[in-house]
């Protein structure tokens, strides 16, 4: 193990120049202001006190840049890691109390080790087998419940602790007459100026604009009303260090919900890595992103921060306002500990109405509506993805809707791997080597003794069942009792598939006839070698190249139907 790997970070220290530094401070500044609000947002969202999402927002991305492997993605808080924080806690804790900031830095620390060992084990191809649109449905829902949440203090109207989805919103219907014109006012001017500074002020941050145009509203309403409630005065100091609760009891109570954390957010910093590597031509390592979001939550855990990922937002402005290395995160995290020193004490103005109105947008910016709509019109598979995520999220626990929506991602993906492309080949004369072609292709005659096939994928035990039963037909049906199988399609042949086919091979001795394969990989054939597939098949049924397989084939079959045969497709036949 050589010192790039223990220390990915020392690869792209290469490529820092006064150029580079100049470009990622600029960058690292913009990042800072707008992880200011988002973190305070974010952390209300978790359930946890506002100082959190900004604490959370000073040390993961740090962590994160020296050990992932992306030049631009930006971790820190997310909307749905703090939802899915705030639903696996609430249920053993009050929101905001000590003990479930101490359970939420427990829940952050598993998080970190489940991550960290599956970037160890070399797991972060498994994140292929996932669907994106596993995290756009969760996401989806999870902004229904994020809006959902903020409705009380939005509205004022007194909603009971634990109510579900649908109760909550029974509960605003019912006492609409109650609302609080000051709160909905509040919280619409700060919504409909972010909005504005969003759309005629792009490069200013609108989350923060909107905020104080918020509070000095509600310091205006302050003169007619004592309704207005107030985040309260950030402490102005840096994370200060923490311990998670290591008792027995805790770990093997968020042992579940922590793997559900460390999944959603494995999916979504590797996700969007990729995503913003494809505009920058960046190659991404998966297994590194998977140590660099795990060593992140570990180390969070014991500085106040609670389990953050990579956030699309904050990664996207990040490449778009030049970033030209990770260190331009780094740069983010060490200007929001300036900022936080300077201004904490101003929250003490800020309206919880404010922040409500804040999480709308933010909330409303997680629905990603054009990957929605290409899902719903392009694959029926994937919007079935989409539509149980979406409403497991809505209506079941969290946890359980990140794996429902896992498992049937996987499910619809070895549904097509267990049905592979097995077209029917045969000579083209018209060519000058004769070639093998797919009779779907061009209608050419067939031999009607010797059968073949071409399968486009590994054979295993998913898969076996669906080839057993395509070379039953074949003998069933065409009564052809020699097969030969084009091979070079084929990456990977298990034990299960192995033993299928000299099942099958066996059978068709039997008959007479047998199983011969052509093309063989060499990392497929060293594998048929060493599992016995080849001797209990037998050496004389593999053979390098076409010509060798037909011209053996051509001594096994029966010469009194060739006498009558008027296809004459291979040159033996002349």
């Not at 979406?390 to 896992?406: D, M, N, P, R, S």
């Not at 007479?512 to 394969?517: A, D, E, I, K, S």
């Not at 594998?527 to 593999?542: E, M, W």
Request: with cysteine; aromatic share 10%.
């Amino acid at each position: 193990m050589n010192l790039m790997t223990l220390f990915p970070f020392l690869r792209w220290f290469k490529l820092i120049t006064p150029e580079t530094l100049k470009a990622d401070f600029l960058a690292g500044l913009t990042g800072a202001v707008i992880v200011l609000p988002q973190g305070v947002a974010f952390a209300t969202i978790a359930g946890l006190p506002p100082q959190y999402g900004l604490y959370t927002a000073m040390v993961t991305p740090i962590i994160a840049a020296l050990f992932g492997s992306s030049h631009h993605l930006v971790s820190g808080p997310t909307t749905a890691i703090s939802i899915v924080v705030f639903s696996a806690i609430s249920n053993h804790a009050t929101p905001g109390s000590p003990e479930f900031i101490s359970l939420a830095l427990t829940l952050t620390f598993l998080a970190g080790v489940y991550q960290l060992a599956f970037g160890i084990g070399r797991l972060g191809s498994l994140v292929n087998f996932v669907s994106h649109t596993v995290v756009i449905g969760f996401t989806a829902g999870a902004a229904i419940l994020i809006a959902t949440s903020q409705m009380k203090h939005i509205t004022g109207i007194v909603i009971p602790k634990g109510e579900t989805f649908l109760h909550v919103w029974l509960d605003i219907f019912t006492d609409l007459g109650h609302l609080n014109p000051y709160l909905v006012s509040i919280a619409l001017v700060t919504l409909l100026t972010a909005l504005a500074t969003k759309i005629f002020l792009p490069k200013l941050p609108n989350l923060l604009i909107g905020m104080v145009v918020g509070a000095l509203l509600a310091l205006y309403f302050k003169q007619s009303t004592d309704s207005i409630k107030l985040v309260g005065e950030i402490p102005a100091h840096l994370p200060p260090f923490s311990t998670p609760d290591f008792s027995w009891e805790a770990i093997k109570t968020l042992a579940p919900e922590a793997f559900a954390v460390a999944l959603l957010g494995l999916i979504e910093a590797v996700s969007i890595s990729r995503a913003v590597a494809s505009k920058s031509n960046q190659r991404i390592d998966a297994n590194q992103e998977f140590i660099g979001q795990g060593l992140s939550n570990i180390t969070g855990s014991f500085f106040s921060s609670y389990a953050g990922s990579g956030s699309f937002t904050r990664s996207g402005i990040n490449y778009e306002a030049g970033a030209k290395t990770p260190l331009s995160a780094i740069f983010a995290a060490l200007l929001l500990m300036l900022i936080v020193l300077l201004i904490a004490p101003l929250t003490a103005y800020l309206p919880v109405a404010a922040m409500g109105g804040v999480i709308l947008l933010v909330a409303y910016n997680l629905v990603d509506f054009p990957h929605i709509k290409r899902v719903l019109t392009m694959s029926k598979s994937e919007t079935a993805v989409l539509l149980t995520t979406f409403f497991a999220t809505l209506f079941l626990e969290l946890e359980f809707a990140i794996y429902l929506g896992v498992i049937l991602s996987l499910v619809f993906f070895l549904a097509k791997t267990s049905t592979p492309h097995i077209p029917t080949l045969s000579v083209d004369p018209s060519t000058p080597h004769r070639k093998l072609v797919n009779i779907e292709k061009i209608p050419l005659k067939q031999c009607p003794q010797i059968k073949i096939i071409r399968i486009d994928m590994s054979v295993y035990f998913g898969s076996i069942n669906y080839i057993q039963n395509r070379l039953a037909r074949i003998v069933e049906n065409e009564q052809i009792k020699h097969i030969l199988i084009v091979s070079s399609g084929i990456n990977f042949i298990d034990l299960a598939g192995a033993e299928a086919l000299v099942i099958e091979n066996r059978r068709l001795k039997a008959m007479g006839g047998g199983l011969y394969f052509v093309g063989i990989k060499s990392s497929v054939y060293e594998f048929a070698a060493k599992s016995c597939f080849i001797h209990n098949i037998g050496p004389d049924h593999f053979f390098d190249t076409k010509k060798a397989a037909i011209h053996e084939l051509y001594n096994r079959v029966d010469h009194d139907i060739c006498a009558k045969c008027n296809a004459l497709i291979f040159k033996e036949c002349e």
